[in-house]
């Protein structure tokens, strides 16, 4: 399984980006799947999570209201669209695919998630 996330990059606060990621080598539908991130000096945090049909969402408080998780599996691809950016939502983005299929018992849990990306940088400037 492989996993390219793209979309990242340098904006001001307030402004929107999208991210992707692609998946590979994998049976994309019957899976859950997340975005992560990093900030510098901090822990990996859960941003989004959907279920494999999609139907169930996930959201961290932080990004509630301003971050919208889709997937298109027709194109095996997720995506996290980004509005309002702040800049404490700098971070390394990573997407991950869950390790059993169909429904997971935790969609915000790391353990949850066996294949990750290898991340795409986000700046958000004041």
């Known amino acids: 399984v492989q996993l390219q996330a793209f979309g990242g990059g340098l904006v001001q606060a307030g402004e929107s980006l999208r991210l992707s990621c692609v998946a590979s080598?994998?049976?994309?539908?019957?899976?859950?799947l997340a975005w992560f991130r990093r900030a510098p000096g901090k822990d990996r945090e859960v941003v989004a999570a959907?279920?494999?049909?999609?139907?169930?969402?996930y959201y961290a408080d932080s990004v509630k209201g301003r971050f919208t998780i889709s997937r298109d599996n027709a194109k095996n691809t997720v995506y996290l669209q980004m509005n309002s950016l702040k800049p404490e939502d700098t971070a390394v983005y990573y997407c991950?695919?869950?390790?059993?299929?169909?429904?997971?018992?935790?969609?915000?849990?790391?353990?949850?998630?066996?294949?990750w990306g290898q991340g795409t940088q986000l700046t958000v400037s004041s």
């Open positions: 991950a695919i869950s390790g059993v299929r169909y429904y997971v018992s935790n969609l915000q849990a790391q353990n949850t998630y066996a294949y």
């Open positions: 080598g994998h049976f994309f539908s019957n899976y859950a």
């Open positions: 959907i279920s494999w049909r999609g139907g169930t969402t």
